[in-house]
């Protein structure tokens, strides 16, 4: 298969999944293994296109991010999510993910980055978001402003799981914020910008160990899987809200249960 067909359905599939409940980094390892597309230079292109969807959260969120340089009185208030308070908040829920990948970031390499761990990921998530799904919650918190730092840093906690390949970074942040009071849509929404300071931080430390694995000839389908990524992410962020609104993650569970039972099956 050409390069440049492999390197576009990498980009699709990074921009339909990274902000979905399904785990992007699981869907790009079980592709990449399929099509071949492996090693350094491969593991390089991965992290290089997360970039694209980050760009698309921060497009789409423009006014959230523009509203953390307010630091005028009204950003020093807690129940805001602007200024002083706003950044604190977004630190507090990044924290827990990037302590824990940092000291363990070399044994999440070695020992998770394989079909079979996330065949396993993808069933145990699955199953945790169904339960969720079932419980009789009470959702008080309607709106990100609401959310105290105490709040945030729980569902930090909850993210430590997204470390786990094929768990989904916006699935783990999604079912703890549910848990700790949130509805679908701010569980979303706080999940996506949490994802732009946490995927900077780790895609920034993947591409400058990966740096010496490029050259000049990578610059044309990074580029391209890049673009391709930005532009799926813009769209998948805006479908999935609209099925947020009106459903819930059980349609994204059992697709969950049955990739992961399909990729067992199969090894």
């Known amino acids: 298969m050409p390069e440049l067909v492999v390197v576009v359905l990498l980009g699709l599939l990074e921009g339909l999944t990274e902000f979905i409940p399904v785990s992007s980094t699981g869907h790009l390892i079980l592709l990449g293994d399929l099509l071949g597309f492996q090693g350094e230079r491969a593991g390089a292109f991965d992290v290089f296109i997360q970039l694209g969807a980050i760009l698309a959260v921060v497009v789409l969120y423009w006014n959230r991010f523009l509203s953390l340089l307010d630091f005028s009185q009204d950003g020093d208030r807690e129940e805001s999510f602007r200024g002083r308070s706003g950044i604190m908040k977004l630190a507090a829920a990044c924290l827990p993910a990037l302590v824990l990948g940092f000291l363990a970031h070399r044994f999440i390499k070695e020992h998770l980055f394989n079909s079979f761990t996330v065949a396993l990921a993808l069933i145990v998530g699955g199953v945790l978001m169904l339960w969720v799904e079932r419980q009789k919650r009470v959702a008080p918190i309607v709106a990100i402003e609401a959310l105290t730092l105490k709040t945030c840093f729980a569902i930090g906690m909850f993210q430590c799981l997204s470390l786990w390949p094929g768990m989904s970074r916006s699935g783990s ?33 993947d591409l400058l160990k990966s740096l010496k694995f490029l050259s000049v000839a990578d610059i044309v389908p990074f580029g391209v899987g890049f673009l391709v990524a930005f532009v799926s ?32 099956a199969l090894r």
């Open 173 to 205: 942040t999604i079912v703890g914020g549910m848990l700790l009071g949130l509805n679908r849509v701010v569980a979303a929404e706080f999940s996506f910008l949490v994802a732009v300071p946490i995927m900077c931080a780790a895609t920034g430390y």
């Open 233 to 264: 992410a813009m769209l998948a962020i805006s479908f999935f809200m609209k099925i947020l609104r009106k459903f819930s993650l059980v349609p994204f569970a059992v697709y969950r249960i049955a990739l992961g039972a399909i990729v067992l």
